[in-house]
T-cell receptor
Framework: KNEVEQSPQNLTAQEGEFITINCSYSVGISALHWLQQHPGGGIVSLFMLSSGKKKHGRLIATINIQEKHSSLHITASHPRDSAVYICAAFYSGGGADGLTFGKGTHLIIQP | DTEVTQTPKHLVMGMTNKKSLKCEQHMGHRAMYWYKQKAKKPPELMFVYSYEKLSINESVPSRFSPECPNSSLLNLHLHALQPEDSALYLC??????????????FGNGTRLTVT
């Protein structure tokens, strides 16, 4: 069964802290997406990666295919980073859109 | 700003009403999606159009009816909804067809309340 597990479910941190959100998946995938959803509802695609590491500004995403694990890091966190972060794994043949979503990590950065 | 535009942003409708949600993208994407998202849950796929052909998710009730008039537009027609259908409805698009793994571009969603 295709599964995606995220941890932690909830995370509260102080401004400036280094944040790590983890994602594990159960079987081989072809790519993994990290998404950000703000309270208003809109979802932004942060990264799509299939190996190694990607960086965009203060955000870094890594994936270890052998360990079936991905992490999203936020450096120098800021209150505007407060959002829900969702990991979604792309499984070939995994349903009409191929995506299995994690339950999300609710991040709050306090000033 | 999102490149996928959804209207309206908010919608309140009674159980006997007929309404439509609209979605538009001009990125040349060939796959468009409707997702339903309840509070504190991940998005659930409802429908996918790939090269203007529909892939049906059989768990979606017939009171939801999608339409793809052309490659840039996607509608979701609503009729005789139930209060439990109240949710955030998200449209998304991606390059290539169904199952082609490319980044998803989401709209800001329509917050639907059924009374």
């Amino acid at each position: 069964k295709n599964e995606v597990e995220q941890s932690p479910q909830n995370l509260t941190a102080q401004e400036g802290e280094f944040i790590t959100i983890n994602c594990s998946y159960s079987v081989g995938i072809s790519a993994l997406h990290w998404l950000q959803q703000h309270p208003g509802g809109g979802i932004v695609s942060l990264f799509m990666l299939s190996s190694g590491k990607k960086k965009h500004g203060r955000l870094i995403a890594t994936i270890n295919i052998q360990e079936k694990h991905s992490s999203l890091h936020i450096t120098a966190s800021h209150p505007r980073d407060s959002a829900v972060y969702i990991c979604a794994a792309f499984y070939s043949g995994g349903g009409a859109d191929g995506l299995t979503f994690g339950k999300g990590t609710h991040l709050i950065i306090q000033p | 700003d999102t490149e996928v535009t959804q209207t309206p942003k908010h919608l309140v409708m009674g159980m006997t009403n007929k309404k439509s949600l609209k979605c538009e993208q001009h990125m040349g994407h060939r796959a468009m999606y409707w997702y339903k998202q309840k509070a504190k849950k991940p998005p659930e796929l409802m429908f996918v159009y790939s090269y203007e052909k529909l892939s049906i998710n059989e768990s979606v009730p017939s009171r939801f009816s999608p339409e793809c008039p052309n490659s840039s537009l996607l509608n979701l027609h609503l009729h005789a909804l139930q209060p439990e259908d109240s949710a955030l409805y998200l449209c998304a698009s991606s390059r290539g067809g169904r199952g082609f793994n490319s980044p998803l571009h989401f709209g800001n969603g329509t917050r639907l309340t059924v009374t």
